[in-house]
């Protein structure tokens, strides 16, 4: 296998297009990805707020769906659920990570809210702008400040506002309803041109299913802001993974 050669497999909620396409384009050359689906662990109307470990592998379809990838034979697995590691924290990480390795027959498994925490927490010393997707509950906000260790009046928190039309729902069911379709790159970086942009040094984007990476390059050139996503973070660390572990076996 030549150096970045590699199979990254995603895990990604039955109708979210986001992190899959965003992976695609940001993956590092030669490496393919390939991602297994399993069902949204949210009733309609349900405000997620974090499942057992129990539940999300075995009635949403996730422990099929890590098996899939394992036989399609993929050298890590990314799962892209965020809002579980904000409400589960790093031992929701952890205890999934080890579970979902085993299932994997040892193909390591990272999930996309640690891959983000870690990028975030390299960066600890910079101000952070974070866009918080219209999804996102007020519960929601405050897990995520908690999970990032974000700094009260130094890192900086804004929600990406919808265009109108979208105040008929209910704020958990936006995603579901459609509006992870729109969101886009230019009205992006047009809220953000609102926040003092000049002020921050890091852009932080949560949510997986959110678009931004249209973005990054305009908002790099023409505010400074690095951006970190939930989907760039996690595709680096799947690419770190698959490394390590390639180069454990070559060593054995």
């Not at 050669?5 to 384009?25: F, Q, S």
């Not at 904000?86 to 299932?103: H, N, P, R, S």
């Not at 929601?140 to 260790?149: E, G, M, Q, R």
């Amino acid at each position: 296998m030549s150096p970045g050669d590699y199979r990254l497999g995603l895990l990604v909620i039955h109708n979210d297009p986001v992190p899959e396409a965003e992976a695609w384009l940001s993956r590092p050359v030669w490496t393919t990805v390939h991602t297994a689906r399993f069902d949204t662990p949210r009733a309609p109307g349900e405000e997620f707020r974090g499942k057992s470990l129990d539940y999300l592998l075995n009635a949403s379809g996730l422990r099929r769906s890590i098996r899939h990838l394992a036989d399609l034979g993929v050298h890590s697995i990314g799962y892209c659920f965020a809002s579980s590691s904000l409400f589960g924290g790093a031992q929701f990480d952890a205890e999934f990570q080890d579970v979902a390795t085993e299932i994997a027959g040892g193909i390591p498994v990272v999930t996309s809210g640690r891959a983000l925490r870690e990028a975030v927490a390299e960066r600890s010393s910079q101000r952070k702008l974070v866009v918080i997707p219209p999804w996102f509950s007020d519960e929601t906000i405050d897990a995520l400040k908690k999970y990032l260790s974000l700094r009260p009046g130094v890192d900086t928190t804004f929600r990406y506002e919808l265009p109108a039309g979208w105040t008929t729902y209910e704020r958990p069911d936006l995603f579901d309803a459609g509006a992870r379709h729109a969101v886009n790159a230019d009205s992006l970086i047009a809220q953000v041109a609102l926040q003092q942009p000049d002020k921050h040094d890091v852009l932080v984007i949560p949510g997986g299913g959110m678009h931004s990476l249209g973005a990054h390059q305009l908002l790099a050139t023409r505010y400074g802001l690095e951006t970190i996503s939930a989907n760039g973070a996690l595709v680096n660390a799947l690419h770190s993974a698959a490394a390590h572990a390639a180069a454990i076996i070559r060593s054995t």
